[in-house]
């Protein structure tokens, strides 16, 4: 989906839910750790699979990596992909559908209340945001892939 039209999809939902304010961005997130769930269960699949030969150890490495991701993301009590968007007041997590489209709202903070750390790895972007007063927190991940749109995320948390 195109950065636009997940910006409009995103404000079009706020809007359903009472909450009719400009979305600055939104971006496709995984839960924190997904995809070092993915890669370390594609190893361990890799490994029981390679007893069978080529074929098996490739089956092995993307059924394991499928069951570590998802293992991961179950942890986390958070869907595999969400959308988050940003609004001048607030950061608001949707659920998706398999096309990684928004349906509905996860959650909403406001962003006065927030501390947002944002810590670069390899081939992700970590982004915790901690609510100052309980030190609840989300804790997401961005892939580096543009069409995911994490990077208009993270520079409009900037502000």
């Known amino acids: 989906m195109k950065e636009e039209e997940l910006v409009n999809r995103v404000a079009e939902l706020l809007g359903e839910h009472g909450v009719p304010e400009e979305v600055v961005?939104?971006?496709?997130?995984?839960?924190?750790?997904?995809?070092?769930?993915?890669?370390?269960?594609?190893?361990?699949?890799?490994?029981?699979g390679g007893a069978?030969?080529?074929?098996?150890?490739?089956?092995?490495?993307?059924?394991?990596?499928?069951?570590?991701?998802?293992?991961?993301?179950?942890?986390?009590g958070l869907p595999a992909w969400?959308?988050?968007?940003?609004?001048?007041?607030?950061?608001?997590?949707?659920?998706?559908?398999?096309?990684?489209?928004?349906?509905r709202p996860l959650f909403r903070l406001e962003r006065s209340g927030l501390e947002i750390k944002v810590h670069q790895r390899v081939n992700v972007r970590v982004l915790e945001l901690i609510e100052r007063v309980t030190g609840a927190r989300v804790e997401l991940e961005g892939n580096r892939i543009p069409t995911l749109h994490t990077g208009p995320v993270l520079d409009a948390l900037k502000t």
């Open 25 to 48: 961005a939104a971006g496709v997130f995984n839960p924190r750790g997904h995809t070092g769930g993915m890669f370390a269960g594609g190893f361990v699949g890799d490994s029981a």
């Open 52 to 76: 069978f030969g080529n074929l098996g150890s490739s089956i092995g490495t993307a059924g394991g990596a499928m069951a570590g991701a998802r293992a991961n993301d179950t942890a986390a």
């Open 82 to 103: 969400l959308v988050v968007a940003v609004t001048p007041t607030s950061v608001v997590g949707f659920d998706t559908d398999g096309r990684r489209r928004p349906t």
